[in-house]
């Protein structure tokens, strides 16, 4: 999956400079951020709402309009797919970590190692923080 989205980026990437006329990329970029979130957030509402009605084959469809045009905002917001990829990758090492600790452990973090128990309370905390910013 990774691959396709990388080679997506590359897409929007070379054609973020073509004629508007023809590139619907190029449109995208010349209309700017708000107009790509808003194409962002209707494709979303499309999987959700085919998501509900059953309907996995329209899911599929709308999914790969969604990360085309999630890749289209990454890209206007300067950021890269490999950057998203160290982010679920430290989320993945965190959480693992997390998850083999016995449940004592969690409740009581003087029994396991400090540095170990007490990473579970910093991912509520970091999930905290960011929807505050939002
Ligand atoms: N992967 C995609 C891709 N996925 C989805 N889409 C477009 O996004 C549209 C989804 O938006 P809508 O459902 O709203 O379609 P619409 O209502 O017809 O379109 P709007 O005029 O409302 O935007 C789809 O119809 C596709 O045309 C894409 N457009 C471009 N790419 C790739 O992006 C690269 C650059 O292509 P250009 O933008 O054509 O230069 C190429 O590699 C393309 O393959």
């Known amino acids: 999956m990774?691959?396709?989205?990388?080679?997506?980026?590359?897409?929007?990437?070379?054609?973020?400079?073509l004629d508007p006329a023809t590139s619907r990329t190029a449109r995208l970029f010349q209309r700017g951020p708000s107009k790509m979130a808003k194409k962002l957030a209707e494709e979303a509402i499309e999987v959700v709402i085919d998501a509900v009605n059953g309907d996995s084959e329209?899911?599929?469809?709308?999914?790969?309009d969604l990360l085309y045009n999630l890749t289209v905002l990454w890209a206007s917001a300067g950021?890269?797919?490999?950057?998203?990829?160290?982010?679920?990758?430290?989320?993945?090492?965190?959480l693992g970590i997390?998850?083999?600790?016995?449940k004592s452990a969690m409740?009581?973090?003087k029994v396991a190692s400090p540095r170990v128990a007490a990473r579970?309370?910093?991912v509520a905390l970091e999930n905290r923080t960011a929807r505050k910013r939002h």
């Open 58 to 64: 329209a899911v599929i469809r709308e999914s790969a």
């Open 98 to 102: 997390a998850e083999k600790l016995p």
């Open 107 to 109: 409740k009581l973090p």
């Open 120 to 122: 579970r309370p910093i």
């Open 2 to 17: 990774s691959d396709s989205l990388e080679r997506l980026y590359l897409a929007v990437l070379a054609a973020r400079n």
């Open 79 to 94: 950021v890269r797919p490999e950057d998203v990829w160290r982010e679920m990758t430290r989320r993945e090492d965190m």
